[in-house]
């Protein structure tokens, strides 16, 4: 049977913020609206609740429920849209989490609506402008009936957003797979990477690093299995598929988990990312020779994301010496798994690019690039 899928809250706080400026501007309300989502796919919404003012318009829309578990599923999502003198400006509203802690998408202060929304709502609300004629600026603000209720249900407490959900959504679209589904399709992957006579399975968590290796490599994505959060299962499906070599390319994010013996790397299995780096750091002092300065362990230990980690061992220039201690950890645990085989790593952040790696990559990937 096939799973239902739905949209980001992303969408729904675009598709909301489209239907109020249409109101806004044109005077009359709509009861329904269409966006084109960064996926492509169309997504068209019942809007509820429209009012219209003289410089100001708003309407809510309900996320609807998908096949995926979603705790911000049916959450009413208000956008109010406001006429003021220049520009777009995108803020939230009550329900929607502000940001205290660096590391995350938006910077401590700013509201957690992710870049992508925000590019998303920027386009939709110009396009609605561009057609009407109309030459002023806008104020977008967008609401979470009872986000503060809703978050609490969630890791933004955790991950330093408070006082609501936060709107994200990189695709627009949230996928619901099942388990099986998903390894049944990294497994079918794998096969078929070893019928078209592949001599290395290229394994990586997701998107971000097809890029990567593209970026750096000139890996296409055709040649690359992505494996969502399941590590050691995809190294496992390769090594009974006859693979001999497999290189697993990871952003930090997830291979500092590996590194730690965790070879499923969904957050439900434990988030131990911050202890993780925190003694990665300490076992590179103690290889080099160095003394182990507990105030950066401290820091390591508050921070959200390994990226603000990063930053920390950045000031004392010793982002290299972690990062080989994490990528020559995160083989070890892999080549437990790959008895038969052999697994090497590459390590890489967004910002910092590649941070270390087992092997040399041209020479393991010579017969594919």
């Not at 492509?40 to 009012?51: C, D, P, R």
């Not at 299962?233 to 988990?257: E, M, R, T």
């Amino acid at each position: 049977m096939e799973l239902k899928s739905g949209f980001t809250t992303g969408s729904v706080a675009t598709a909301a913020a489209k239907a109020a400026t249409w109101m806004l501007l044109s005077g009359k309300k709509k009861e329904n609206i269409c966006i084109i989502t960064p996926s492509k796919k169309e997504y068209v919404a019942l809007v509820e609740e429209a009012h219209i003012e003289l410089n100001r318009a708003s309407c809510v829309i309900h996320k609807e429920a998908s096949d995926d578990p979603d705790i911000t599923a049916g959450a009413a999502i208000e956008v109010t849209v406001e006429k003021c003198d220049d520009g777009i400006i995108i803020t939230g509203g009550k329900g929607v989490g502000v940001v205290t802690r660096p590391g995350l998408d938006q910077k401590v202060g700013e509201y957690a609506i992710n870049s992508t929304p925000r590019r998303m709502i920027e386009k939709e609300v110009s396009e609605v402008m561009d057609t009407l004629d109309y030459k002023g600026g806008l104020k977008v603000i967008v609401s979470v009936r009872d986000g503060e209720e809703i978050a609490k249900k969630t890791f933004n407490p955790h991950m330093g957003i408070e006082g609501g959900i936060s709107i994200i959504g990189t695709t627009g679209i949230v996928e619901p797979m099942s388990t099986k589904a998903i390894l049944d399709t990294i497994k079918l992957d794998i096969s078929m990477q070893y019928s078209e006579g592949k001599k290395v399975c290229i394994i990586c968590p997701g998107n971000y690093g097809v890029m990567f290796l593209n970026n750096k490599y000139g890996v296409k994505s055709e040649d690359i299995v992505t494996c969502s959060n399941y590590a050691g299962d995809s190294v496992k499906y390769a090594i009974d598929q006859g693979f001999k070599k497999i290189l697993f390319v990871s952003h930090i994010g997830k291979l500092i988990k590996v590194s730690g013996g965790i070879m499923n790397t969904h957050s439900q299995y434990g988030d131990h990312r911050m202890e993780i780096m925190a003694a990665s750091y300490k076992e590179a002092c103690l290889k080099s020779g160095c003394e182990v300065d507990e105030k950066i362990i401290k820091s390591i230990l508050e921070q959200v994301s390994t990226t603000a980690a990063l930053d920390i061992l950045n000031e004392i220039d010793f982002v290299k010496e972690t990062s080989d201690v994490i990528v020559s950890n995160a083989g070890m645990h892999l080549n437990k798994i790959a008895v038969s085989g052999n697994v090497e790593c590459i390590l890489y952040e967004n910002n910092y690019g590649e941070l270390s790696r087992t092997v040399d990559a041209y020479t393991y990937l010579k017969d594919i690039i």
